[in-house]
């Protein structure tokens, strides 16, 4: 076989195994009120519920232009730091 298709079907093959990989977590968005705005963290009111986030001022976009009272959309991505998992309970024995 030909050495260039061999080397684009492995480059294909590469480039659609890290976009099937890198699907990741789903998006979620919330637009509310910033009632506390730090360098790690951001506190969003909507309605009646606090919404607290963590964030990356290195990383996310629009962080330094954070200020109380103004109102945001959030976009963020849920995802486990820690995940333990412990032994099922045991099943009651059934009676016939």
Do not use: H, Q, W
């Amino acid at each position: 076989m030909n050495p260039k298709i061999i080397c684009l079907l492995a480059a294909f093959t590469v480039v659609v195994t890290c976009a099937a990989f890198s699907a990741g977590a789903k998006g979620y968005e919330i637009t509310g009120t910033v009632v506390e705005a730090t360098g790690s963290k951001v506190t969003v009111e909507k309605g009646t519920e606090r919404f607290e986030i963590g964030i990356d001022p290195a990383t996310t976009k629009g962080s330094a232009e954070l200020k109380v009272g103004s109102t945001v959309t959030v976009t963020y991505l849920m995802s486990a730091t820690k995940i333990e998992a412990t032994a099922p309970a045991a099943r009651p024995a059934s009676t016939p």
